[in-house]
Nanobody, 122 residues
Framework: QVQLVESGGGLVQAGGSLRLSCAGRTFRVNAMAWFRQAPGKEREFVAAIIWSGGYTYYSDSVKGRFTISRDNAKNTVFLQMNSLKPEDTAVYYC?????????????????WGQGTQVTVSS
């Protein structure tokens, strides 16, 4: 069983930065990812990292602003968020994918954290 716990969310002004962390009981998975969900909207892909090799993927909306990284020794995944915009406001979830299905699709991920709120004010 994989258990994920997110932290690092908060309130920040537009243009500011936050760093999210996701600590896992074990990261013996194919990929880890960050998704986000705003009220009334579907959960959307933000960024992902392939555990073996460190290949990264980003949605067009965050590319160039967000960076996903990992610390193998600490079983932790990070999401560095810079140049934050009000439209980035959402609950951010860490997820783990055990298989090799679509990196961008939330249904590919079996394990999810409880989420951490990110609010960006204008």
């Amino acid at each position: 069983q994989v258990q994920l716990v997110e932290s690092g969310g908060g309130l920040v002004q537009a243009g500011g930065s936050l760093r999210l962390s996701c600590a896992g009981r074990t990261f013996r998975v194919n990929a880890m990812a960050w998704f986000r969900q705003a009220p009334g909207k579907e959960r959307e892909f933000v960024a992902a990292i392939i555990w073996s090799g460190g290949y990264t993927y980003y949605s067009d909306s965050v590319k160039g602003r967000f960076t996903i990284s990992r610390d193998n020794a600490k079983n932790t995944v990070f999401l560095q968020m810079n140049s934050l915009k009000p439209e980035d406001t959402a609950v951010y979830y860490c997820a783990a994918r055990p298989g090799y299905s679509s990196i961008y699709n939330s249904v590919s991920y079996n394990y999810w954290g409880q989420g951490t709120q990110v609010t960006v004010s204008s």
